[in-house]
């Protein structure tokens, strides 16, 4: 098939160059995203393979499916950036890749805590100066802290797992209770009892309607004061403006974040000789307590090699007309 590949990197580049041995598809890079902008790109081809950030709004798809193309293949988990019900109506199929490697991303929301914790990223940078002192890199223990997990699915189960062997507490908050976690030692809260009681909250859940705003003024007011929010899920599932308020207050203690509400803009960019007109995520940077990466939690050789594989499984699918086993459905 004749796939348009949008957003692209030199790391997908040779991710799917090497799994494209057996499907053989004609896959054209595009270092541009797939939005209003660029939807011209696609004529000519059969599908698109796109990313986080690329914007597939019911206007895009309208346009996509007018030129030609039949299915979207997301490489990656989180589907929030497509307008599902246009997807239907159009008859343009979604597929994305559901579980490439829950584990780089649950190690990676550690990775913040610890960061952020023990400020080794201070550490560092003070012993390549000569600065030897120790002075304000005081941290915490996590060993009978207690953690909240919001979303218990694929990596917001194995974080919890992560979260018992430096033996912490775990709550969890999640529309479904899973039996399995209950059984390991996870209790499920409300969500009010998760703010109230956690000394860390590292939040897995989608974005969705249900969560878009989920930490807004009213729920930074419930937190324990001085506690810690990972978020390695989508940026909308905090609001920015008012995470900024609690680190004001220093209501919130500490903010770990790889995703970032407004990050289209900036993330996956070298944006390093440009001025950035972001006032908000400025802001946000200028705090001592505030950790942001550029969306890298899923960032590991073995995830990489998982979404090329299913990603190009999933078009060989949908061009052999078989089941697809990772639609997108609504
Ligand atoms: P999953 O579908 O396995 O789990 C999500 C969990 O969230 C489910 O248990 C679901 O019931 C729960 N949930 C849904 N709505 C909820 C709500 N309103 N309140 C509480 N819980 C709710 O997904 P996953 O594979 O564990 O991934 C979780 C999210 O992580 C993805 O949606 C994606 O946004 C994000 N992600 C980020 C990266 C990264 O690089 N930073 C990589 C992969 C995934």
């Not at 057996?22 to 599908?47: C, E, R, S, V």
Request: charged share 25%; proline share 2%.
């Amino acid at each position: 098939m004749k796939i348009a590949v949008f957003s692209t990197k030199s790391y997908d580049r040779e991710y799917f160059g090497k799994f494209n041995v057996k499907d053989n598809h004609q896959l054209t890079y595009f270092d541009a995203p797939l939005n209003a902008d660029t939807t011209n790109l696609t004529i000519g081809f059969d599908a698109v393979c796109i990313f986080v950030n690329d914007r597939v709004e019911r206007s895009v798809i309208q346009k996509i499916a007018r030129n030609g193309i039949r299915v979207i293949a997301l490489r990656c988990a989180g589907f929030n950036n497509v307008d599902l019900e246009a997807a239907v109506e159009n008859q343009v199929k979604v597929v994305r890749v559901p579980a490439y490697s829950p584990e780089a991303v649950a190690e990676y929301a550690v990775a913040l805590i610890l960061t952020l914790n023990r400020k080794t990223h201070k550490a560092y940078n003070r012993i390549r100066e000569g600065n030897f002192s120790l002075e304000k890199l005081v941290g915490f223990d996590l060993h009978k802290k207690t953690v909240g997990v919001i979303g218990t699915g694929k990596i917001g189960a194995i974080f919890s797992g992560l979260m018992f062997g430096f033996g912490c507490k775990v709550l969890a908050y999640d529309k479904y209770e899973s039996t399995e976690l209950k059984s390991k030692g996870v209790e499920y809260v409300s969500f009010d009892q998760i703010l109230e009681r956690s000394d860390i909250i590292s939040l897995h859940c989608p974005l969705t309607k249900d969560t878009h705003h989920l930490f807004n003024n009213e729920s930074f007011a419930k937190i324990k004061k001085g506690m810690m929010i990972i978020n390695t899920s989508r940026g909308a599932v905090i609001d920015t403006s008012a995470a900024i308020e609690a680190l004001k207050t220093g209501r919130l203690g500490y903010l770990g974040i790889d995703v970032y509400e407004q990050e289209e803009k900036l993330f996956f960019k070298d944006l390093s000789e440009s001025i950035i007109q972001d006032d908000v995520f400025m802001r946000l940077m200028s705090f001592p307590n505030v950790l942001i990466t550029s969306h890298q939690g899923f960032f590991t050789k073995e995830a990489l090699d998982e979404i090329a594989l299913t990603t190009l499984k999933n078009l060989t699918d949908f061009e052999q007309g078989k089941f697809l086993e990772n639609e997108v459905k609504i």
